[in-house]
């Protein structure tokens, strides 16, 4: 993810010049010392920038439109320690395309009782100011995220950081490109979609390309470069030959790795950040991509299996999302495959043919290399391991003809009860909230994929935000869920979103 821009918050307080100018005084001083307390409290992502403050509707349409036009401003922080006319804000709120954060703190923690004046209470009245800034962006229907708390509480500021990681979906949305190698696999629906549409909403620009341009890149990549990947993948990772022989096991490794750099190549030069391909429609590759594929998400590329470029915009809108992120757990695509009904145990053994991203594996991960029983080319290798455990999220984006809805599950992801040494492909095993049945019913009756998009990193709440950004329908399945309602909450989006 090395090509992620350094972005920054702006940091805009409002007020007004009623109370004087010692009043304006304290105003600029409290959110400098505010900004500098953000920026060192090493829990926000990005850097926020300091603004002077506005009062006047010249100053705030001037300072949006700067916003507008700073390539390295990827949202605004709004916050009003006095009152502030919201009138004045209407003409730069108009104007004002990048996402925006209304930070309802206040400057002082506890009311100052022994010395609380009238000059104070007119200094610090968030409590107000904020209320009718807040009505404005209301009745604008201005999409926005609202932060209530105190600036030094480690709780608001990581709700900060939090929408931070959304600002930046929602900025980096409009510059993934999805390279078709495939079209989607013939007669399958949920893959399809309207791609004028999701340019549209998204800014995703999905484009074809015949497999064999992007055979031959791999076929021009040298034998040395192709070997001393190979070299990295058995320092990496463990050698699993099962019977096979070591030279001839190498052979198959080697067709992964010259893939993973002729793919990386072409991905480069022509500027795409993520990929779908589908195993009826290979060309000259010799092998299903897989091992390659595997590497390639890890180091940020979407992917999407038998054409679903859907799948892949959303992974690489995750793995964007959470980059660079402490402790980040990963994000991967994923399919559902095979259910435990067991009375208790039940859940979702989530895997693909080969195509799962190494960011979510925990322990060891072993090279495989088994018969892929669909398709008609050499068995491929590919990464085999487990995953992490613990609570994350499922999504699908479908198009229902008249729109995108994206459905959000919160899932609970669990190690298998017991080994699975016959399985040659990486797996994660989960239970959807609030429990299988009604979990599973819901993500029925909503239409969602088998194919997923998912990540332990990235909340619901974040992808919800980021959804109504782009204008689009999203339904939650998490630990809230009911049927009679969600199958009201499915009724509400066909009347809103026509
Ligand atoms: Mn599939």
């Given at each position: 993810?090395?090509?992620?821009?350094?972005?920054?918050?702006?940091?805009?307080?409002?007020?007004?010049?009623?109370?004087?100018?010692?009043?304006?005084?304290?105003?600029?001083?409290?959110?400098?010392?505010?900004?500098?307390?953000?920026?060192?409290?090493?829990?926000?992502?990005?850097?926020?920038?300091?603004?002077?403050?506005?009062?006047?509707?010249?100053?705030?349409?001037?300072?949006?439109?700067?916003?507008?036009?700073?390539?390295?401003?990827?949202?605004?922080?709004?916050?009003?320690?006095?009152?502030?006319?919201?009138?004045?804000?209407?003409?730069?709120?108009?104007?004002?395309?990048?996402?925006?954060?209304?930070?309802?703190?206040?400057?002082?923690?506890?009311?100052?009782?022994?010395?609380?004046?009238?000059?104070?209470?007119?200094?610090?009245?968030?409590?107000?100011?904020?209320?009718?800034?807040?009505?404005?962006?209301?009745?604008?229907?201005?999409?926005?995220?609202?932060?209530?708390?105190?600036?030094?509480?480690?709780?608001?500021?990581?709700?900060?950081?939090?929408?931070?990681?959304?600002?930046?979906?929602?900025?980096?949305?409009?510059?993934?490109?999805?390279?078709?190698?495939?079209?989607?696999?013939?007669?399958?629906?949920?893959?399809?979609?309207?791609?004028?549409?999701?340019?549209?909403?998204?800014?995703?620009?999905?484009?074809?390309?015949?497999?064999?341009?992007?055979?031959?890149?791999?076929?021009?990549?040298?034998?040395?470069?192709?070997?001393?990947?190979?070299?990295?993948?058995?320092?990496?990772?463990?050698?699993?030959?099962?019977?096979?022989?070591?030279?001839?096991?190498?052979?198959?490794?080697?067709?992964?790795?010259?893939?993973?750099?002729?793919?990386?190549?072409?991905?480069?030069?022509?500027?795409?950040?993520?990929?779908?391909?589908?195993?009826?429609?290979?060309?000259?590759?010799?092998q299903l991509p897989g091992?390659?594929?595997?590497?390639?998400?890890?180091?940020?590329?979407?992917?999407?299996?038998?054409?679903?470029?859907?799948?892949?915009?959303?992974?690489?809108?995750?793995?964007?999302?959470?980059?660079?992120?402490?402790?980040?757990?990963?994000?991967?695509?994923?399919?559902?495959?095979?259910?435990?009904?067991?009375?208790?145990?039940?859940?979702?053994?989530?895997?693909?043919?080969?195509?799962?991203?190494?960011?979510?594996?925990?322990?060891?991960?072993?090279?495989?290399?088994?018969?892929?029983?669909?398709?008609?080319?050499?068995?491929?290798?590919?990464?085999?391991?487990?995953?992490?455990?613990?609570?994350?999220?499922?999504?699908?984006?479908?198009?229902?003809?008249?729109?995108?809805?994206?459905?959000?599950?919160?899932?609970?992801?669990?190690?298998?009860?017991?080994?699975?040494?016959?399985?040659?492909?990486?797996?994660?095993?989960?239970?959807?909230?609030?429990?299988?049945?009604?979990?599973?019913?819901?993500?029925?009756?909503?239409?969602?994929?088998h194919h997923t998009a998912?990540?332990?990193?990235?909340?619901?709440?974040?992808?919800?935000?980021?959804?109504?950004?782009?204008?689009?329908?999203?339904?939650f399945i998490d630990k809230?869920?009911?049927?009679?309602?969600?199958?009201?909450?499915?009724?509400?989006?066909?009347?809103?979103?026509?």
């Open positions: 993810m090395s090509e992620m821009k350094k972005y920054q918050f702006w940091f805009c307080t409002g007020s007004q010049d009623l109370y004087g100018d010692e009043c304006l005084a304290h105003v600029a001083a409290h959110s400098k010392e505010m900004v500098e307390g953000l920026n060192k409290s090493g829990v926000l992502p990005f850097e926020i920038v300091w603004k002077p403050t506005l009062i006047t509707n010249e100053l705030i349409r001037k300072t949006f439109n700067e916003a507008n036009n700073d390539p390295d401003c990827a949202g605004v922080i709004t916050w009003m320690h006095t009152f502030s006319p919201a009138k004045s804000w209407i003409l730069g709120l108009q104007e004002f395309r990048k996402p925006l954060l209304h930070l309802h703190t206040q400057y002082n923690e506890e009311i100052p009782y022994a010395t609380m004046d009238m000059d104070f209470m007119n200094e610090n009245q968030a409590a107000h100011g904020d209320r009718e800034y807040a009505h404005i962006l209301s009745r604008m229907r201005i999409e926005r995220k609202v932060v209530v708390g105190f600036w030094k509480d480690s709780e608001v500021q990581k709700k900060i950081a939090s929408w931070m990681r959304t600002a930046i979906g929602i900025m980096e949305s409009s510059h993934i490109r999805v390279c078709r190698v495939a079209d989607n696999m013939r007669n399958v629906a949920v893959t399809e979609g309207d791609k004028v549409e999701a340019q549209l909403k998204f800014g995703w620009e999905i484009d074809a390309y015949p497999v064999n341009e992007i055979a031959e890149a791999v076929a021009a990549v040298s034998a040395s470069d192709t070997n001393a990947l190979v070299d990295e993948y058995y320092s990496k990772y463990d050698i699993c030959l099962e019977g096979r022989d070591p030279e001839e096991f190498k052979k198959h490794v080697a067709v992964q790795a010259q893939i993973e750099i002729g793919f990386e190549r072409f991905l480069k030069e022509k500027n795409y950040q993520a990929i779908v391909t589908h195993f009826g429609d290979l060309g000259a590759l010799k091992l390659a594929i595997q590497r390639l998400m890890e180091k940020g590329y979407g992917f999407g299996a038998e054409g679903d470029w859907k799948v892949a915009a959303m992974v690489r809108l995750m793995k964007i999302m959470s980059a660079g992120m402490k402790d980040a757990k990963g994000s991967s695509m994923l399919e559902d495959y095979t259910y435990n009904l067991v009375k208790g145990k039940e859940g979702i053994i989530q895997a693909h043919m080969l195509e799962i991203c190494p960011s979510i594996s925990d322990g060891p991960i072993q090279i495989k290399c088994q018969p892929l029983s669909m398709g008609d080319r050499e068995d491929p290798a590919r990464l085999v391991f487990q995953s992490k455990t613990g609570a994350g999220i499922a999504t699908s984006l479908i198009d229902l003809g008249n729109r995108f809805r994206l459905i959000i599950q919160d899932v609970e992801c669990k190690k298998v009860e017991k080994p699975l040494p016959k399985l040659p492909t990486a797996i994660n095993f989960w239970t959807p909230q609030p429990d299988f049945y009604t979990g599973t019913e819901a993500w029925l009756l909503a239409g969602g994929a998912f990540s332990y990193d990235i909340t619901a709440e974040q992808m919800g935000d980021w959804a109504a950004a782009m204008g689009i329908e999203a339904v809230n869920t009911n049927i009679r309602d969600f199958k009201k909450d499915l009724m509400l989006g066909e009347v809103f979103y026509r």
